[in-house]
Nanobody
Framework: QLQASGGGLVQPGGSLRLSCAYS????????IGWFRQAPGKEREGVSC????????IDADSVQGRFAISRDSANNIMYLQMNSLEPEDTAVYYC????????????????WGQGTLVTVSS
C-alpha cells in the first residue's frame, strides 16, 4: 500500500515536498516513481529512480527543479519540487514496481492515491 501526502496550494516560484509512505513491500527492491495528471490532460511520468543503482530519470519539464529520493530505512519516497510553475498544477501519484521499465511505460504494479498540487498566485 502506498500513501501519498504533501500536496497543497503554493505560489509560483515556491516549493513543496511530496511524500509517499509504503507498507507491505521493501522499498530497496523496487523502482519508484512519481506521475502527475493535470486537468484535462493525460497522466505523465515525472521522475523515477532505479532500485539497482539509484539512478534517476526526470521528465524534461521538471529537470533541474524536481528531485526524487527515498528513505529506505523508513520506507518513504519523496519528490522535492522547487521553482514551481502554474503548469505544474496536477494531481501527483506515487508508484512502485520491481522493474523500472514498467514505471517508465506508465504501468507500475503499485499506485498510491493522488495528492493535489495547485500552483497559483
Amino acid at each position: 500500500q502506498l500513501q501519498a501526502s504533501g500536496g497543497g496550494l503554493v505560489q509560483p516560484g515556491g516549493s513543496l515536498r511530496l511524500s509517499c509512505a509504503y507498507s507491505g513491500i521493501t522499498l530497496d527492491y523496487y523502482a519508484i516513481g512519481w506521475f502527475r495528471q493535470a486537468p484535462g490532460k493525460e497522466r505523465e511520468g515525472v521522475s523515477c529512480i532505479s532500485s539497482v543503482d539509484g539512478s534517476t530519470i526526470d521528465a524534461d519539464s521538471v529537470q533541474g527543479r524536481f528531485a526524487i529520493s527515498r528513505d529506505s530505512a523508513n520506507n518513504i519516497m519523496y519528490l522535492q519540487m522547487n521553482s514551481l510553475e502554474p503548469e505544474d498544477t496536477a494531481v501527483y501519484y506515487c508508484a512502485a514496481d520491481p522493474n523500472r521499465t514498467k514505471i517508465r511505460l506508465g504501468a507500475p504494479s503499485y499506485w498510491g492515491q493522488g495528492t493535489l498540487v495547485t500552483v497559483s498566485s
